[in-house]
């Protein structure tokens, strides 16, 4: 979780500024303003794409699309479009309305599934955006209220870190978990180990002593029965 955050808040920030330099120098817009949409644009690159990249793997992706989480997902994903579309639509605030679905999806399907609608959502919002923009559909309210475009879409892009947060730390609470249940079963086992070699040290033990009994035994029969011939 460190890293990822390390990943997504230092390292575009360090490449911001070779990227906001090369800008600078042929244009007149300000350094810092160039800096700060240069790394805003990289780090949210890279909050969503690192997420894809850590957990893509094949079985995943299959009980994520395919398998045993299908349907919990693309409902969820046909749900996330509708609020989009609702909430740009007809709500003053549409960015927490846009974020709950996302909450649904990171507790349900974990850090891929979420990463997967946070990609659902950008992609609508990108769409309905340029409806909006065309006049096919009617103007939103945020837009009414002087909000630029440009900002409606990194404020709703934003609304999805929250829920990613939630898909991360629930899937490192659940490696700590698992790490703990096979560090239990591995102690255990050891423990069955030692108490079964300890066990059967015992039994020899008790085998060797029972063997010495019985020649000790038997030699001390022998010499009564040889003194009473006497």
């Not at 955050?5 to 600078?24: D, E, H, K």
């Not at 923009?133 to 009414?144: F, I, Q, S």
Request: hydrophobic share 55%; glycine share 6%; charged share 15%.
């Amino acid at each position: 979780f460190a890293f990822f955050l390390l990943c997504v808040l230092c390292i575009p920030a360090i490449t911001a500024i070779f990227g906001a330099t090369s800008r600078w120098v042929v244009t007149d817009v300000p350094w810092v303003r160039l800096w700060i949409d240069w790394w805003r644009a990289d780090a949210f690159g890279m909050f969503l794409g690192l997420p894809l990249i850590w957990t893509m793997d094949r079985p995943t992706l299959r009980r994520v699309l395919v398998g045993s989480q299908a349907p919990v997902f693309w409902s969820l994903a046909v749900v996330t479009v509708l609020v989009v579309l609702a909430a740009l639509t007809f709500s003053s605030h549409p960015f927490v309305l846009i974020s709950l679905p996302l909450l649904v999806v990171a507790m349900r399907t974990g850090v891929l599934g979420t990463a997967l609608c946070t990609a659902v959502m950008v992609v609508s919002m990108l769409v309905i955006l340029r409806a909006h923009h065309a006049g096919v559909l009617p103007a939103m309210p945020v837009a009414r209220e002087g909000m630029a475009l440009e900002d409606i879409w990194l404020l709703g892009c934003l609304s999805a870190v929250g829920p990613l947060l939630v898909a991360l730390m629930s899937d490192q609470r659940d490696r700590e978990r698992a790490h703990a249940v096979r560090a239990g079963a591995a102690a255990a086992h050891r423990a069955e180990d030692h108490l079964t070699a300890a066990l059967g040290q015992e039994l020899a033990l008790v085998e060797a002593g029972q063997q010495a009994d019985h020649r000790f035994g038997r030699g001390a029969r022998g010499r009564k029965r040889q003194h009473a011939d006497e």
